[in-house]
């Protein structure tokens, strides 16, 4: 079992920045393609962003190119999403996820293991 533990959510005004975390202990870490996806009330969870187990390869939702970065810090265990210029209708609960190998989904139902989210609010 791995497990995920999301931080760093809050309350932001629209063009405003956060920093989102995900805490995953244990050796596995390094293994794993890492994903970031978020959920609006009333919504289906969306992908926001992948990133492959070396770190070398990352794919972006439309929505969020250009605003949001994914990174990892393979010595540490952590991956992170920096949102830049946020706007309201990015407001959700945001996920990270965790899937062993080479593959880097985009997709939901290809991950393994779940966080258990942090909320985002963007006021206009």
């Known amino acids: 079992q791995v497990q995920l533990i999301e931080s760093g959510g809050g309350l932001v005004q629209a063009g405003g920045s956060l920093r989102l975390s995900c805490a995953v202990p244990?050796?596995?870490?390094?293994?794993?393609?890492m994903g970031w996806f978020r959920q609006a009330p009333g919504t289906e969870r969306e992908f926001v962003a992948s990133?492959?187990?070396?770190?070398?390869?990352?794919y972006y939702a439309d929505s969020v190119k250009g605003r949001f970065t994914i990174s990892r810090d393979r010595a540490n265990n952590m991956m992170f999403l920096q949102m830049n210029s946020l706007k309201p209708e990015d407001t959700a609960v945001f996920y990270c996820?965790?899937?062993?190998?080479?593959?880097?989904?985009?997709?939901?139902?290809?991950?393994?293991?779940w966080g258990q989210g942090t909320q985002v609010t963007v006021s206009s």
């Open positions: 990133i492959s187990w070396s770190g070398t390869t990352t």
């Open positions: 244990g050796r596995a870490f390094a293994m794993y393609a």
């Open positions: 996820a965790a899937k062993a190998g080479v593959v880097t989904p985009r997709l939901a139902n290809e991950y393994e293991y």
